[in-house]
T-cell receptor, first 115, second 111 residues
């Protein structure tokens, strides 16, 4: 019963490098989200998806891209990493679709440092 | 714009000393108000969902309540293992059920 699994857990990138963060959920949830968490800023939504093949921008989407080719996976890409993208990234999923289905369940996080 | 504000930012209590955490929200049509617990180095862990004013939910030493503008997380006779950051999030009827989070309250319970 894994829930939401993020890969990798830690990563150090050089400025300008690219990488992809993988999120996998085994709860058959429709909705998936990517958040970043920074000290004093709380959790901020980067991108989200309401179903396979769909993506939408959140509060802080610049510098990131996402894809949801399979229902269980949600990928977050950084094409050219910048020091401002140093953060802890959390993936979450929810059943969606109405009241009582909005609870989001989170992964354990990916700590990314861009030097 | 939907907004969630939590207070205080940090709270230090002695074991057994009860208190409350506050979450003020402004959303267009509240669909749900959520409380999470987050331990250092881990992802947020779901605690409660509240849907309408007057609703209350309890779990062990925690009780969450909801009014039309605020939610409170009451902690009764806390223990050191209750030390964590508590996050509040609101979900409005617009925006595909996105959760808008407050900045959290860092709670420390001293033995």
């Amino acid at each position: 019963n894994a829930g939401v699994t993020q890969t990798p857990k830690f990563r150090v990138l050089k400025t300008g490098q690219s990488m992809t963060l993988l999120c996998a959920q085994d709860m058959n949830h429709e909705y998936m989200y990517w958040y970043r968490q920074d000290p004093g800023m709380g959790l901020r939504l980067i991108h989200y998806s309401v179903g396979e093949g769909t993506t939408a921008k959140g509060e802080v989407p610049d510098g990131y891209n996402v894809s949801r080719l399979k229902k269980q996976n949600f990928l977050l890409g950084l094409e050219s990493a910048a020091p401002s993208q140093t953060s802890v990234y959390f993936c979450a999923s929810s059943a969606g679709g109405g009241q009582g289905r909005g609870e989001a369940f989170f992964g354990q996080g990916t700590r990314l440092t861009v030097v | 714009e939907d907004q969630v504000t939590q207070s205080p930012e940090a709270l230090r209590l002695q074991e057994g000393e009860s208190s409350s955490l506050n979450c003020s929200y402004t959303v267009s049509g509240l669909r749900g108000l959520f409380w999470y617990r987050q331990d250092p180095g881990k992802g947020p862990e779901f605690l409660f969902t509240l849907y309408s004013a007057g609703e209350e939910k309890e779990k062990e030493r925690l009780k969450a309540t909801l009014t039309k503008k605020e939610s409170f997380l009451h902690i009764t006779a806390p223990k050191p293992e209750d030390s964590a950051t508590y996050l509040c999030a609101a979900q409005g009827i617009q925006g595909a059920q996105k959760l808008v989070f407050g900045q959290g309250t860092r709670l420390t319970i001293n033995p």
